[in-house]
């Protein structure tokens, strides 16, 4: 099998496993493969699943039968199907896709070259964690790139399947970290988000409780770096320590922390410790400790036991928290988690009538809060031109966390991005439900 073939290498869900997207590119193109951005174009089709959603798993069938289709019009082409999906169900897979060539979970993606080119490897058991060391082949703009902290989890929440997919949390050594970041600064990067199930818990299963406040007082030491961001919090985990640290200029004064649910009775079913009254209090706590703090949450609509009551209670949790940044998930009921005997009662129309209820909500909350920006000067991490109209360039600033929350669309005056600062200062002239727009402050 020669190298120099052309890969379409495909990622389905989340941060996480973008970055395990981009390390096995590194790998496949230190091995001298070549990327290209279709299937049809490729001679080989590697698939990076996510099997967290019922959702996502129909997405990677799709997908799956998508490459099959491709290789059946060329039997010479491979198609390898990696990542969550394959971890958590490779034999009914392996039964249902025959024709697939390989799979690969989330253990050994250093052997992605291996499973390519079809040869044995010895398995190493364990859910891989890459290292500054690895070769990663970044595929998001230059100024800014996500950083895996950890891999696993060790919360058991009744709905989640993660801790079936990638075991128990693992911290990544905190100076692989920070040569990771100083070598991504070096090249250009401005804003690192820190990626993981649970970034507020890095660093304590290797008895470092306040593991994320040290690694953090780390990457302030680099000096090009605009700002860090923490993604994926825990409410249990928000120390006084953590938001100390988040009014230093270089860490990003925002929070994304999952709540699910603000039911007493649902958040204890979830297998979860904080329901909306404790969570109020915290975003309180949050609010007067950081000025400014930007809130994003994630909640579950149509969890069993979820009833009209519970619901209203939920639309009143959200009009109190006044969160910046919301995301909402219909529950999937998922084989294998705890809360699988419970059945799915809650009719999946009625899951997203609840959802959008929510967002609409949400949307009137986000519209007022951004109005606020109307005529104030604003750091704004520039991305690019926007691809729909190059006449404007795409950023974010400081509580805008990236392909989550929205932008602020830049007018750019004729300075090509080539000779801009990463970062600039940006008047807010007009605001949306989402999103912002500028020009470069005089
Ligand atoms: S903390 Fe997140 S990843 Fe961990 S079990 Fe709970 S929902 Fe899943």
Redesign the pocket.
Known sequence: MTAGRKIALVTFGCAKNLVDSEVMAGYLAQAGYRFVETTEAADIVLLNTCGFLRAAKDEADEAIRGALALKAADPARRVIVAGCYTERHRPELEALFPRVDAWIGVKDLDHIVDVVEGRDYRPSGRTFLYSHRSPRAVSTPASWVYVKVSEG?????A?????LIKGEYRSREPGSIVEEVRAFVARGVREIDLVS??TTSYGKDEGRPDGLVRLLQKLIDIPALAWARIL?G?PEEITDGLLEILREPKIAAYLDI?F?HSDPVIVRRMR?AMPGRRALKLLDRIRKAVPGVAIRTSLIVGYPGEGRKEFAGLKEFVREARFDHLGVFTYSREEGTPAYDDGDPVAEAVKRRRRDAILEIQSGISAEALRAWKGRTADVLIEGPWKEDPKLLIGRTRFQAPEVDGVVFVESAGRTQKDAPAVRKIEITSTGVYDLHGKPAS
């Open positions: 989890c060790s919360h058991r929440c709905f989640c399947s993660i801790p199930q649970d994926y825990y999952p699910q979860r």
